[in-house]
């Protein structure tokens, strides 16, 4: 929903009485590309000085020590990390004694710990470097365990592999430094001003006088950013001014670090919860991580160069995004039904309200019973007030139209594998007839034209050399030529619309020979095959590995029947009760 706003930042570079370079830049943008225009065109004429310079000193103070919340948001944005392996990292080395509990909301660390922390700084780095700190958890927070901070701080290194060395590390860094004396920096600040401009170009820099903290652990790192030496009244020469289209872009989709930030802000879920929330969500598919292509969008640029006004365009990427969560179309679905008919249920205050009660039936500020009590009585009435609803309605359908053929509705919803069509009722006295909709097309995309010609589907393309019917379709993955109960995929570019007769047999052929390179040997029932994860012998309903001392080759009949026969017995997975 959100709307591009489409802005210009100048920016522009100088040199200084004594040759330096200096660059500058517009503090806010100009929103008009006739405003940017003009200012680039006064600046032909115009002559530049420095009006102020401005040195002020600043301090900068340590973080507190990791929390389950932050250390997973720190390790995602420093090491890569998902916030589940950084939990199960964490474990690994919780498990090794190497660091505190790493479930935890408090950012308390305990006596021992800062004395033990102050003899390490002192000896590493000198006395002026300490200065002990007490930190304050936030309101609510269960501060049953500390915060997570190393067993022994003298151990700067610890962890089986690589992955568990760079956390523990980090966790190591940022607990010292929790202890450690704020950093003095010096910001200078340039204003340049012209006599043909009434905003001024501004130009910034940080040097570090006393690193402090920074000697262990930067959130963001700081380097020293040394500005020229100018002073007021200096008169500056213009070596090039540009004023460049930006896109605004809309709120950032979620990453994992995001999402842990946002749920811990709302109160919803508790530091042993964000992992594994984050974790269901896609098992489940409801949430996949992947990158979003963006669309090409074409900007200005008005530059001067050499006394001229040159105006160019350039393509970017706009919306372009990496390794972010992205709902599918069955998250859709289900939240669309979830907010309809339940919702209070799935309300944020009720989530976060929710949490708040376990912690005062846990303080004994209530009775348990009492407020289960509350609750199922008015989500009982819901139930029953949502028994109503079909299993088209909880799929999504949606109507396309009605086939002129047989006076049926066509129906868009989402099937057990995906979007599908659905050619009249479930409740007809004839059973629906059932389309697959194709893969990368959305539920609610599909037009009541494209759907009519899907129903024309399998579509039959021409005969093998044996006389076998070839037909074409979409399937579950993707378009494809079937011949008896041979299938082969549709490359790409192909669709089972277009693809003629001679690509179908070629594809079908290649297909046979695929397979035929597949069997190493056949008795009867009985096959030896190349398989996904190695040689193996089956009879159609059992699947025996072949020994790796064995050559597959050298496998007899006698020899693959007795390894069917002592074929470990697969335990049958528990289904739904009949």
């Known amino acids: 929903?959100?709307?591009?706003?489409?802005?210009?930042?100048?920016?522009?570079?100088?040199?200084?009485?004594?040759?330096?370079?200096?660059?500058?830049?517009?503090?806010?943008?100009?929103?008009?590309?006739?405003?940017?225009?003009?200012?680039?065109?006064?600046?032909?004429?115009?002559s530049f000085s420095v009006d102020t310079v401005e040195t002020k000193p600043s301090t900068r103070n340590p973080s507190a020590p990791f929390t389950t919340s932050s250390l997973q948001q720190t390790a995602a944005r420093k090491l890569g990390y998902s916030v589940r392996q950084t939990m199960t990292l964490a474990q690994r080395l919780y498990e090794a004694g190497h660091i505190t509990y790493m479930r935890t909301d408090s950012v308390a660390l305990a006596n021992t710990a800062t004395k033990?922390?102050?003899?390490?700084?002192?000896?590493?780095?000198?006395?002026?470097?300490?200065?002990?700190?007490?930190?304050?958890?936030?309101a609510g927070a269960q501060e049953a365990h500390e915060a997570i901070r190393p067993t022994d701080f003298t151990k700067e290194e610890a962890g089986e592999d690589s992955q568990q060395a760079k956390l523990y590390a980090l966790i190591h860094s940022r607990t010292l430094a929790s202890q450690m004396s704020p950093a003095k920096l010096k910001k200078t600040?340039?204003?340049?001003?012209?006599?043909?401009?009434?905003?001024?170009?501004?130009?910034?820099?940080?040097?570090?006088?006393?690193?402090?903290?920074?000697?262990?652990?930067?959130?963001?790192?700081?380097?020293?950013?040394?500005?020229?030496?100018?002073?007021?009244?200096?008169?500056?020469?213009?070596?090039?001014?540009?004023?460049?289209?930006?896109?605004?872009?809309?709120?950032?989709?979620?990453n994992?670090?995001?999402?842990?930030?946002?749920?811990?802000?709302?109160?919803?879920?508790?530091?042993?919860?964000?992992?594994?929330?984050?974790?269901t969500i896609q098992t489940r598919g409801y949430v996949e991580k992947g990158d979003v292509?963006?669309?090409?969008?074409?900007?200005?640029?008005?530059?001067?160069?050499?006394?001229?006004?040159?105006?160019?365009?350039?393509?970017?990427?706009?919306?372009?995004?990496?390794?972010?969560?992205?709902?599918?179309?069955?998250?859709?679905?289900?939240?669309d039904f979830l907010t309809k008919n339940f919702p209070d249920i799935v309300d944020f205050d009720f989530t976060k309200e929710v949490e708040e009660e376990f912690d005062r039936i846990a303080h004994g500020k209530e009775k348990w019973n009492a407020m289960i009590a509350d609750f199922y009585g008015p989500f009982h009435k819901t139930i029953e007030a949502a028994e109503h609803l079909s299993r088209e309605e909880a799929s999504g359908a949606e109507e396309l139209g009605t086939d002129p053929k047989s006076g049926k509705p066509i129906i868009a919803r989402m099937g057990r594998y995906g979007p599908m069509l659905q050619l009249g009722h479930a409740t007809d006295d004839e059973k629906p007839k059932f389309a697959p909709i194709p893969k990368g097309k959305k539920l609610h995309e599909v037009t009541f034209e494209e759907a009519l010609?899907?129903?024309?589907?399998?579509?039959?393309?021409?005969?093998?050399?044996?006389?076998?019917?070839?037909?074409?379709n979409f399937g579950r993955y993707g378009p494809y030529v079937k011949a008896g109960s041979l299938f082969a995929a549709l490359p790409e570019g192909e669709d089972p619309f277009s693809v003629d007769e001679e690509t179908a047999k070629r594809l079908i052929a290649e297909k046979i020979e695929e397979n035929k390179k597949k069997e190493i040997a056949v008795y009867g029932d009985i096959k030896v095959l190349n398989g996904r994860y190695g040689p193996y012998v089956t009879n159609g309903k059992v699947n025996a590995k072949i020994p790796k001392d064995v050559e597959p080759e050298s496998v007899t009949e006698e020899k693959a029947k007795e390894l069917i026969k002592n074929a470990p017995v697969k335990k049958r997975r528990r289904g739904k009760s009949k």
């Open 1 to 46: 929903n959100y709307t591009p706003e489409h802005v210009y930042k100048v920016s522009a570079s100088f040199n200084t009485d004594k040759g330096e370079e200096i660059e500058a830049e517009l503090p806010k943008p100009l929103s008009e590309q006739d405003e940017a225009r003009k200012f680039v065109q006064d600046a032909t004429e115009a």
């Open 116 to 138: 033990q922390a102050e003899k390490v700084i002192k000896n590493s780095y000198g006395d002026k470097y300490h200065q002990h700190r007490a930190f304050k958890a936030k």
């Open 189 to 254: 600040t340039i204003t340049i001003a012209s006599d043909k401009h009434d905003k001024n170009l501004l130009t910034k820099g940080e040097v570090v006088d006393f690193p402090g903290f920074l000697k262990v652990y930067q959130d963001s790192k700081i380097e020293d950013t040394l500005l020229p030496s100018v002073e007021e009244g200096e008169t500056l020469k213009l070596l090039g001014l540009a004023a460049r289209e930006t896109i605004k872009r809309g709120p950032a989709r979620y």
């Open 256 to 279: 994992e670090a995001a999402l842990v930030r946002t749920l811990e802000e709302m109160g919803i879920g508790r530091p042993s919860t964000y992992a594994p929330t984050i974790s």
């Open 293 to 335: 292509e963006g669309v090409d969008k074409e900007i200005n640029i008005i530059s001067l160069e050499d006394g001229q006004v040159k105006e160019t365009t350039e393509t970017i990427k706009y919306g372009r995004d990496t390794n972010k969560l992205l709902p599918t179309q069955i998250a859709l679905l289900v939240n």
């Open 453 to 472: 010609k899907l129903f024309e589907l399998p579509r039959t393309v021409g005969k093998t050399e044996e006389g076998e019917e070839i037909t074409t």
